[in-house]
Antibody, heavy 121, light 105 residues
Framework: VQLLESGGDLIQPGGSLRLSCAAS????????MTWVRQAPGKGLEWVSV????????YYADSVKGRFTIARDNSNSMLYLQMNGLRVEDTGIYYC???????????????WGQGTLVTVSS | DIQLTQSPSFLSASVGDRVTISCRAS??????VAWYQQKPGKAPSLLIY???TLQSGVPSRFSGTKSGTEFTLSISSLQPEDFATYYC?????????FGQGTRLE
């Protein structure tokens, strides 16, 4: 299994950014995929999840209405579109793969190495 | 939202020690708890899920238990590579939440 994030950058408050996660080594459609972030020196915060077929999504309240998760199953890609970025969105963003695509398997079995998003003026 | 309160926040121990980390949920969440290990500069890795199931490749010195709404991660005999930060996680309901972490040093 390999998960490779990209797209992190230094961006001004109010700006937009799209993160990508390239997945390989497993049957992509069989696993829900998620984004987790970690502010500098802080703990883990779950951000969003998308089901294996892409039809069901959930968001943390802190990003609802600003971030959009999506996936391209034909190319095994996961995305996070981030709009209206705030200073408090700064951190490392990890993509992760669920153990399986059912409610009892929402454990984050595999993680990417992360991509750094810095929101600052 | 389901809150997870982890304790202690910091834990000082030595190689060979047995240590335990506690994670208390704000409401009943069945067995829907996992534990992750994170080393500096690295992504977290899954240690235990469903309260007590060891992820493939995780040494048997790690174990997880539950009593009511309190979940415990135990390490039976600390090895040098175990010094890291540990997080509990609940998957019972969205939003998925994590404990604040325990730094083992």
């Amino acid at each position: 299994v390999q998960l490779l994030e990209s797209g992190g950058d230094l961006i001004q408050p109010g700006g937009s950014l799209r993160l990508s996660c390239a997945a390989s080594g497993f049957t992509f459609t069989r696993h829900a995929m998620t984004w987790v972030r970690q502010a500098p020196g802080k703990g883990l915060e779950w951000v969003s999840v998308v089901s294996g077929n892409g039809y069901t999504t959930y968001y943390a309240d802190s990003v609802k209405g600003r971030f959009t998760i999506a996936r391209d199953n034909s190319n095994s890609m996961l995305y996070l579109q981030m709009n209206g970025l705030r200073v408090e969105d700064t951190g490392i963003y990890y993509c992760a793969k669920y153990l399986a695509d059912n409610p009892s398997s929402r454990y984050f079995q595999d993680w990417g190495q992360g991509t750094l998003v810095t929101v600052s003026s | 939202d389901i809150q997870l309160t982890q304790s202690p926040s910091f834990l000082s121990a030595s190689v060979g020690d047995r240590v335990t980390i506690s994670c208390r949920a704000s409401q009943a969440i069945s067995n829907s708890v996992a534990w992750y290990q994170q080393k500096p500069g690295k992504a977290p890795s899954l240690l235990i899920y469903a309260t007590s199931t060891l992820q493939s490749g995780v040494p048997s010195r790690f174990s997880g238990t539950k009593s009511g709404t309190e979940f415990t991660l135990s390490i039976s005999s600390l090895q040098p590579e175990d010094f890291a930060t540990y997080y509990c996680q609940q998957i019972s309901a969205y939003p998925i939440t994590f404990g604040q972490g325990t730094r083992l040093e």
